[in-house]
């Protein structure tokens, strides 16, 4: 999956479980309704993000959707997406 759109916020590196993840935020270049998302990456990538992109860049990133299906302590199922 690919989306465009420009960076309008970008968050430190924070390492959880030995993993490096960082966030930053994308808004589509929709005219008529823009979004804004929650990119989120991981490891090498997290890491090597501000050599290809900075705060205020268009961009056309490729990502992967990714979702995990739980049930919380009350038994009501939910889901979560990671982009």
């Known amino acids: ?24 935020w994308l808004k589509t270049n929709d005219a008529k309704y823009p979004q804004t998302l929650e990119i989120e ?18 961009v056309l990133m490729h990502l992967n959707l990714r979702g995990k299906q739980y049930t919380t302590k009350d038994g009501v199922e939910k889901v979560f997406n990671i982009i």
Do not use: W
């Not at 916020?9 to 993993?19: A, D, L, S, T």
């Open 41 to 58: 990456m991981t490891n090498k990538v997290a890491e090597s993000f501000d050599n290809y992109a900075k705060l205020g860049d268009s």
């Open 1 to 24: 999956m690919q989306v465009q759109g420009t960076i309008t916020k970008v968050f430190p590196i924070e390492e959880v479980n030995g993993y490096k993840n960082r966030k930053v």
